[in-house]
């Protein structure tokens, strides 16, 4: 979008903008905010706004409680669903030292030095994202039920799917803050709904995906349903993928085609680390509830064509030429998740490695995926153990960084 300190400033005297909500997310990705006055908004700016992290999930400090959150201009949003007089802006921010140093445990921080990461290598990594979640009933006092809001199944049409005035809303409202969306529609668990978003670079996208949680719960609750991300709200039906669209580019080319042994190196880097990688892209005991089931993955292996294997990549007919990593769910924290594929990825090209033969058949037996691959972690115990011994993980994201996050799983 690219707004300045000044554009913002601008844009709160000419639309009455009476509050601004300054955000960021906790070491699980949850969102918060503190809510400011429009009038302290260029103090935020320049000073930070002080808040106190004992109770923040993975921020908590024996000695320094207080940290300071500096808005980010470019991130600058409107909240459609507030009153147009007095209206509310939200940004997300950096999480800063009251000296002004970068907090450690900021996970959109460190992202944005994967990001850097990835330029210093001369690659762009770009994303989108499938995310599905589920539409349940109130009780009478408005409180969740686990009752879905539909029995419908995959790609149903009203009156069978009654979710689909409420996802017209939340693209509608989606398009007002300026998120493109791709495509809705009714997944096949009852109640389940999927919305894709177009690729982005790989911040906006993950920015939108934080504010997408927010708008569909918020439209949801408007529309008297609870919307759930939960990786397995359901025990017997269908859990809650976050499936991870990603492409990488060097000087405006998708390695997929100008490149194609970078873009190979790229996804071995990602399988080779699966293992490790399964604590940060799967954090709830539930998250393991959904391999090797309706169609979510078991087994670290790809595919061009199998729908059912860990990462998809695009076959020759295909234009858009973008990779797909299916086993991530909805409760992930979005900028871990990025950050430790596009990590992964590099690693993979930095060391050359070899990505062995796609598994393209769509009948293979279990016991033959048990003899040619490895599994996924089993469980959250037995990923966290991989990411503990993990020392890529502890280069990539620090060792304070990683011994509180695999705490607070193993707490949670």
Not at 28 to 40: A, L, T, W
Not at 88 to 115: A, H, N, Q, S
Not at 371 to 387: F, I, R, Y
């Amino acid at each position: 979008m690219g707004y300045s300190v000044s554009d913002v400033m601008e844009f709160v005297e000419e639309n009455d903008v009476k509050f601004v909500k300054l955000a960021f997310t906790d070491i699980y990705g949850n969102q918060k905010n503190m809510n400011i006055v429009s009038s302290e908004l260029r103090r935020a700016f320049k000073d930070g706004i002080k808040f106190n992290v004992t109770n923040i999930d993975g921020f908590g400090e024996h000695i320094n409680t207080d940290l300071l959150l500096r808005p980010d201009p470019d991130t600058m949003n409107i909240l459609p669903w507030r009153p147009s007089q007095g209206s509310v802006l939200r940004f997300y921010c950096d999480i800063l030292k009251l000296d002004g140093t970068p907090y450690e445990m900021d996970c959109r921080y460190i992202f944005k030095k994967t990001l850097e990461k990835c330029k210093d290598h001369g690659i762009t990594f770009k994303a989108g994202v499938r995310s599905e979640f589920y539409l349940f009933k109130l009780d009478e006092d408005g409180e969740p039920t686990n009752i879905p809001i539909d029995k419908a199944t995959y790609l149903d049409v009203s009156p069978f799917d009654k979710g689909e005035n409420v996802r017209r809303d939340i693209v509608i409202t989606l398009g007002e803050m300026g998120i493109e969306v791709e495509k809705s529609f009714h997944q096949t668990g009852p109640g389940q709904n999927e919305i894709d978003f177009k690729e982005s670079d790989a911040l906006t996208t993950v920015d939108n995906y934080t504010t997408f949680k927010n708008v569909v719960r918020v439209i949801s609750a408007r529309n008297g349903m609870h919307a759930s991300f939960h990786p397995k709200p359901i025990s017997e039906k269908s859990g809650n993928s976050l499936q991870l669209v990603f492409s990488v580019y060097r000087d405006g080319n998708n390695l997929y085609e100008a490149e194609r042994e970078k873009m190979e190196q790229f996804i071995a880097g990602i399988l080779n680390r699966m293992p490790e990688l399964t604590a940060i892209l799967n954090s709830h005991e539930t998250s393991y509830e959904r391999f090797g089931k309706h169609e979510a993955p078991e087994f670290i292996a790809w595919s061009t064509q199998n729908l059912g294997q860990l990462i998809k990549m695009p076959t020759e007919e295909d234009s858009k030429r973008r990779c797909v990593l299916r086993s991530p769910d909805s409760f992930v924290n979005p900028y871990l998740a990025m950050a430790a594929v596009a990590e992964a990825g590099i690693m993979g090209m930095i060391n050359q490695e070899e990505l062995p033969a796609p598994l393209d058949e769509n009948h293979i037996s279990h016991s033959e995926l048990e003899k040619s691959c490895k599994h996924l972690p089993k469980n959250l115990t037995e990923a966290v153990g991989e990411a503990a011994r993990s020392e890529f993980l502890k280069n990539a994201f620090g060792e304070v960084f990683m011994e509180r996050y695999l705490t607070a799983l193993k707490d949670r």
